[in-house]
C-alpha cells in the first residue's frame, strides 16, 4: 500500500469524536406512539374501535327508523333498501338495533373497565404503598376471591338482583376489579424497590418527584393495556349472560340479547338476526384485543411478542 | 495478513481474514474485520478485549453458532484439520459441534438446561456422535465428571442444575464439552462469573485437561490476569480487528499497540503506588454500524497521526511470533512521537 | 384451598337467601297454604336463615346436597351424578384439544416467527379469544351440521356428538394457549442453554422438543387452573346450545327455575371441582419443573 510520508505527523484532535452521540433521544411515550403506529394489526383495531365509538354516539343520526317500533307485518323481513339489516320477529328495524346496541354493549364494556380501574388502582395502590401486613392481608382476601370462577358469582348475582342495565354493571364491576388490582399492586411494589427510583430518591427526588417521571410511566402502561382488555373481557361477559337468559331486559337491547334473540333462528334460515350482533360482538372484541396486544408491544419493546 | 506460528504442521485451525455482519433493524453492523490467526494443537490460544470488540463472536462464527438469519460470514476462510469450515453445510457441521469442536460458555447458571438432568445433559452428548449404548454413555459420563472434579459422580448424574454450586456448574460445563474428547474447546469467558479462588481451580483444569487429552484451547476473555496463568499465546482484538498478537511473554513485556499497552496500565497491580488515580483509556469503542475509515483505536490514541485516521494499519512483525497493526510501525513514525519504551510500566497518556 | 370452598358455600347461600320471593310462588300466586307449609317444612326453609345454613353445612359433610326444589322427587345428587359424566367428556375432550393444538400450533408459530405461518396462526389466535365460543358454536352448527351434514346438529349419544360442542368449546383456551406457548417458546429459544444444546451438535427437533418445549410450556400449566374454569363456565352455554343433558343444563335451568339447593348444589359442585383442579396443577407444575419439588421438600 502507498502511503504518502506526509500523513506522518500527529493528528489534529479535534477530529476525536471519540464518544459522539449516534441517535436522537425520544421520550418514553413518543418511542411507545411510533411503534404503535408501526403495528398495523393494532391501528386497524383502533380505527375499528373509533367507527364503534361514533357508531354509538351518533346512532340515533344514522337512521330514521326506530329501535322499539314493533310492525308485525314486516317481520322477519330480509334486508333491504328499508330494513337495512332486516327485520326481527317483533318487526323491529334490525340495523337500527344494532346502533342502539353499540351505546349499550359499549356502555356496559367501558362502565365496568372504569369501575374495575377505579377499584382496582385505590385497592392494588394502597396494597402495594404499604406493604407488609396492611399488603398481606390485603391481597390474601384477593386470591381467595380469585380462585372462585368470576362468570359463576356475576350469575349469581344476576339471579338475586334481577336483570337489568345497573345489576349487570354491578355485576361485571363486583368480579372485575381484583385482576386490575393484583396488576397495580405488583407494579407498585416492584417500582418502590426498584433501582431507578432509588437512585432518583438519593439524588434528592421528592415523592411528587418521583411518582410523575418514574413510578406512572410504567405503571400506566400496564394499566391502560388492562383496561384495554378489561372492555371486550365484560362485553363477552355480558354476551354470555344475555345467552343463559340473564341479560338486558327488553325493549332495551344489548347485541348479547341480539344474538340470542337471534340463536334460535338459524335453522329457519333468518341469518341476519344472528350475523350482525354476532358480527359486531367479535369485530369490537377483536379490535380491543388487537389494540391492547399492540399497546403491550409498544410499552415494553423487550417483550418480541 | 496471516500471523507466523510455531510449527506449521502442528496448526489444527486456521482462521483467514474473517469477516462477519449483523443484520439489525438499524442497519448492518461489521462485528468481525478481518481476523486471522491459527491454533496449533495443545496450546492454548487467548483472545482479549472489550465488550463489543468481536472475540465472541469469532469464537461462535467457529462452528457457525450464530442466528441463521441476521448473521453472515461475509468473507473469510476457516480451516479445521484440512476441512474448509465455512463450505460445510448445517448438517455437517452438526457432526463437528460438541465432537471435534466443542464451547464453553460463560455462565453456567443459564448455559444449562434447568429442567434435564446433568447426566441427561452429558449423555445426549455422547449419544448423538457415538454409536453406544446408554449403559456405555452412563459410564463414560461418570469417568467424565471424575475426570473434572467432582465427587460420587453417580449420585450426580440424576441430580439438576440448581443443586450445585456455581464451580461445581461451571465444572459440569466443561464435562459437557469435553466428552467426546473434541480436538478444540473454545471458552467464552469461562471464568467471569466466577469468585477468584474457583477461577483458580478452573483454570488448573482446563491446564490438566490439556496436559492429559492434547486438547487445544481457545480462552476469549477481558481478564489479562487469565490470560498471563493460562495462555501460550494472546490475540489482542479491538473494535472487530486483531491488532497485536504475541506470545504471553512478549506481550507482557514488550506490548507494542496503544491499546494493548493502555489495557496492561490499566490493570491494577500491587506494585503501583497506591496514592495514585488508575489509569483508564478515555473515550469508547466506535460504532461499528458504520466502522471508521482508518484504525479504529485513532479516537482514543494520544499516538495518533493523521495516517491513522486515513489508512488501515498493515500488520507488521515484530519477531517470529509476535505481530501488530499499528502505524507506529512504520519506520516514519520513528520520528514523529518517541520511540515506544519496551517498559510495561509506561502508561498510554505518554 | 378449603376456605375458598368454604367462602363459595356461604356466600352462594347468602345470595340465595337474598332474593325476594318464594320458590313456590308460580306467578305471584300461591299454591294451597298446607302444602305450602308442608315444602316449606321438607325443605326446611320455616327455619332462621342461620339454622338453615347450619343444617346445609352438616348435609354437606355426609355429601349430600340436598333435593331439589323444581324437581322433585329429584334430590341435587342425582341430578349431578347423572349430568357430571357427561360434562366432564365434554369438558376433557375440549380440553385436550385446547392443550394439544394450542402447544403445537404456538410452537409451529415462534419456530417460523414473523412468516406466513406465524401471521396466520397469530390472527387465528386473537380471532379465537374474540370471538365468543357461542358464537363460534352456532357457525359450526350452521355449516357443519346443518349445510354440510357432516355431523349430528346437537344432543348426545355417539362420539359424533362430542366433536362439535367440544370444538367450540375448546377455541377459547387453543388461542390462549397458542399465544403463550409462542411468546414463551420465543423467550426460550433464545436462552443460552438452548445455545449450548446447538453447540452440543444436536439436531434441530431435539433441541425443540427436548430442551425448548419442556421449558416453555411452564407458563401454560400455571394458566392451567383457570383455563379449566373457563372451560367450566363455557361449559353452560355450549350445553345450552348442543342441548346436551350435562351439568351446565341443570345449572342453567335451576337458574331459571329459581331452584335454590339445585343451584346452590351445583356451584359447590363445581367450585369443589376447581378447587381439585388447581390442586392437580400444582403438582403437575412440580413434576414438570424440578426446582419447584425442591421448594416444596423445604416447606
Redesign the interface.
Known amino acids: 500500500m502507498n502511503v504518502p510520508d506526509t500523513l506522518f505527523v500527529p493528528m489534529s484532535k479535534n477530529k476525536g469524536t471519540a464518544e459522539a452521540i449516534v441517535r436522537i433521544r425520544l421520550s418514553f411515550w413518543q418511542e411507545a406512539w411510533l411503534r404503535l403506529r408501526a403495528n398495523k394489526l393494532a391501528m386497524a383495531g383502533l380505527i375499528v374501535i373509533i367507527l364503534m365509538a361514533l357508531l354509538a354516539i351518533c346512532g340515533p343520526l344514522l337512521t330514521d327508523q326506530s329501535y322499539s317500533k314493533q310492525v308485525l307485518l314486516d317481520a322477519n323481513h330480509k334486508p333491504s333498501a328499508l330494513h337495512w339489516f332486516g327485520t326481527d320477529d317483533l318487526g323491529r328495524d334490525v340495523y337500527a338495533r344494532i346502533l342502539y346496541g353499540a351505546r349499550i354493549s359499549l356502555f356496559i364494556g367501558l362502565m365496568a373497565a372504569l369501575i374495575d380501574l377505579v377499584i382496582g388502582i385505590i385497592y392494588g395502590g394502597v396494597a402495594g404503598y404499604f406493604g407488609g401486613r396492611i399488603d398481606n392481608i390485603m391481597m390474601r382476601f384477593v386470591d381467595l376471591l380469585y380462585g372462585i370462577p368470576y362468570l359463576l358469582i356475576v350469575i349469581l348475582l344476576m339471579v338475586v338482583m334481577g336483570p337489568g342495565l345497573l345489576t349487570i354493571i354491578v355485576a361485571l364491576s363486583a368480579t372485575g376489579w381484583i385482576g386490575m388490582a393484583r396488576i397495580v399492586r405488583g407494579q407498585v411494589l416492584s417500582l418502590k424497590s426498584s433501582e431507578y427510583v432509588l437512585a432518583a430518591r438519593t439524588l434528592g427526588g421528592g415523592a411528587g418527584y418521583i411518582i410523575r417521571k418514574h413510578l406512572l410511566p410504567n405503571a400506566i402502561g400496564v394499566i391502560i393495556v388492562q383496561v384495554t382488555f378489561s372492555v371486550p373481557s365484560a362485553i363477552f361477559a355480558e354476551a354470555f349472560l344475555s345467552f343463559l337468559g340473564l341479560g338486558i331486559q327488553p325493549p332495551l337491547a344489548s347485541w348479547g340479547v341480539m344474538a340470542n334473540d337471534g340463536l334460535s333462528t338459524i335453522l329457519s334460515g333468518q341469518w341476519w338476526r344472528l350475523f350482525y350482533p354476532a358480527f359486531f360482538i367479535s369485530i369490537t372484541m377483536l379490535a380491543f384485543n388487537l389494540v391492547g396486544d399492540g399497546l403491550q408491544d409498544a410499552f415494553n419493546p423487550k417483550r418480541r411478542r | 495478513m496471516k500471523t507466523t506460528t510455531t510449527n506449521a504442521s502442528d496448526v489444527i485451525l486456521e482462521v483467514n481474514n474473517l469477516h462477519v455482519t449483523f443484520t439489525t433493524h438499524g442497519g448492518e453492523v461489521k462485528a468481525v474485520r478481518g481476523v486471522s490467526f491459527t491454533l496449533a494443537k495443545g496450546e492454548t490460544l487467548a483472545i482479549v478485549g472489550e465488550s463489543g470488540c468481536g472475540k465472541s463472536v469469532t469464537a461462535r462464527s467457529m462452528?457457525r453458532?450464530l442466528p441463521e438469519h441476521t448473521s453472515k460470514i461475509s468473507q473469510g476462510s476457516i480451516r479445521f484439520k484440512g476441512k474448509e469450515l465455512t463450505k460445510l453445510s448445517e448438517k455437517q457441521?452438526?457432526?463437528?459441534?460438541?465432537?471435534e469442536i466443542?464451547?464453553i460458555?460463560q455462565?453456567a447458571m443459564?448455559?444449562?438446561?434447568?429442567?434435564?438432568?446433568i447426566g441427561e445433559q452429558i449423555m445426549?452428548?455422547i449419544i448423538?456422535?457415538q454409536r453406544i449404548s446408554r449403559a456405555e454413555a452412563r459410564k463414560q459420563a461418570i469417568d467424565m465428571l471424575g475426570l473434572v472434579g467432582i465427587t460420587s459422580p453417580e449420585m450426580r448424574l440424576k441430580q439438576?442444575l440448581?443443586?450445585f454450586s456455581g464451580g461445581m456448574r461451571q465444572r459440569m460445563?466443561i464435562a459437557?464439552?469435553a466428552v467426546c474428547k473434541p480436538s478444540v474447546l473454545i471458552a467464552d469467558e469461562p471464568t467471569t462469573a466466577l469468585d477468584v479462588t474457583i477461577q483458580a481451580q478452573i483454570l488448573e483444569l482446563f491446564n490438566m485437561l490439556q496436559k492429559k487429552t492434547g486438547v487445544s484451547i481457545i480462552l476469549i476473555t477481558h481478564d489479562l490476569g487469565v490470560v498471563a496463568n493460562a495462555a501460550d499465546r494472546v490475540n489482542v482484538m479491538y473494535a472487530g480487528k486483531v491488532v497485536e498478537s504475541a506470545t504471553v511473554d512478549e506481550l507482557f513485556r514488550n506490548p507494542q499497540h496503544p491499546y494493548t499497552k493502555g489495557l496492561l496500565a490499566s490493570m491494577p497491580r500491587l506494585d503501583t503506588d497506591k496514592s495514585l488515580p488508575l489509569t483508564p483509556i478515555?473515550?469508547?469503542p466506535p460504532?461499528l454500524?458504520a466502522p471508521p475509515q482508518g484504525c479504529a483505536f485513532?479516537?482514543?490514541c494520544s499516538?495518533?497521526?493523521?495516517?491513522?485516521?486515513?489508512?488501515q494499519p498493515?500488520q507488521t512483525a515484530v519477531s517470529s511470533s509476535h505481530s501488530v497493526a499499528c502505524?507506529l510501525q512504520?519506520p516514519?513514525?520513528k520520528?514523529?512521537?518517541q520511540p515506544p519504551s519496551k517498559s510495561s510500566i509506561m502508561t498510554a497518556q505518554g | 384451598m378449603i376456605v375458598t370452598l368454604w367462602l363459595i358455600i356461604t356466600v352462594t347461600f347468602l345470595l340465595m337467601h337474598a332474593v325476594p320471593g318464594s320458590p313456590f310462588e308460580k306467578d305471584g300466586k300461591n299454591a294451597n297454604p298446607t302444602a305450602v307449609q308442608n315444602l316449606m317444612e321438607f325443605y326446611h326453609l320455616d327455619q332462621p336463615v342461620a339454622k338453615q345454613y347450619l343444617i346445609y353445612l352438616k348435609s354437606l359433610l355426609s355429601l349430600d346436597l340436598g333435593p331439589s326444589i323444581g324437581h322433585f322427587p329429584d334430590t341435587v345428587n342425582s341430578m349431578i351424578s347423572r349430568g357430571f359424566p357427561v360434562s366432564f367428556q365434554l369438558g376433557i375432550v375440549s380440553l385436550l384439544i385446547s392443550i394439544v393444538a394450542g402447544i403445537a400450533l404456538g410452537t409451529v408459530a415462534a419456530l417460523r416467527q414473523n412468516r406466513m405461518i406465524d401471521y396466520m396462526a397469530m390472527i387465528f389466535a386473537v380471532i379465537g379469544i374474540a370471538v365468543p365460543n357461542f358464537i363460534v358454536a352456532t357457525l359450526l352448527i350452521k355449516y357443519v351440521a346443518v349445510e354440510w351434514k357432516l355431523l349430528p346438529v346437537a344432543t348426545w349419544g355417539s362420539w359424533k356428538h362430542v366433536i362439535l360442542p367440544a370444538l367450540a368449546l375448546s377455541t377459547g383456551p387453543l388461542a390462549i394457549i397458542a399465544r403463550l406457548t409462542r411468546a414463551s417458546m420465543l423467550e426460550v429459544l433464545t436462552a443460552d442453554y438452548i445455545e449450548t444444546a446447538r453447540a452440543k451438535g444436536l439436531s434441530p427437533t431435539t433441541i425443540v422438543i427436548k430442551h425448548a418445549l419442556r421449558n416453555a410450556v411452564l407458563p401454560v400449566v400455571t394458566l392451567l387452573g383457570a383455563l379449566v374454569s373457563n372451560v367450566l363456565t363455557g361449559s353452560f352455554v355450549i350445553e345450552k346450545i348442543f342441548a346436551i343433558p350435562g351439568m351446565g343444563k341443570y345449572f342453567v335451568d335451576g337458574i331459571n327455575n329459581r331452584d335454590y339447593s339445585l343451584i346452590m348444589g351445583t356451584t359447590v359442585f363445581y367450585s369443589a371441582l376447581l378447587v381439585i383442579m388447581m390442586f392437580l396443577v400444582d403438582i403437575a407444575y412440580g413434576l414438570i419443573d424440578p426446582r419447584i419439588k425442591l421448594h416444596r421438600k423445604e416447606g
Do not use: K, Q
Open positions: 462452528t453458532l457441521l452438526r457432526e463437528l459441534r460438541g465432537s466443542s464451547m460458555f455462565d443459564t448455559a444449562l438446561n434447568p429442567t434435564i438432568s445426549e452428548g448423538r456422535h439438576y440448581h443443586e460445563m459437557i464439552a478515555a473515550g469508547t460504532d454500524f485513532a479516537a482514543r499516538h495518533a497521526m493523521e495516517v491513522c485516521g486515513a489508512f498493515e502505524w512504520d516514519r513514525a520520528l514523529v512521537f
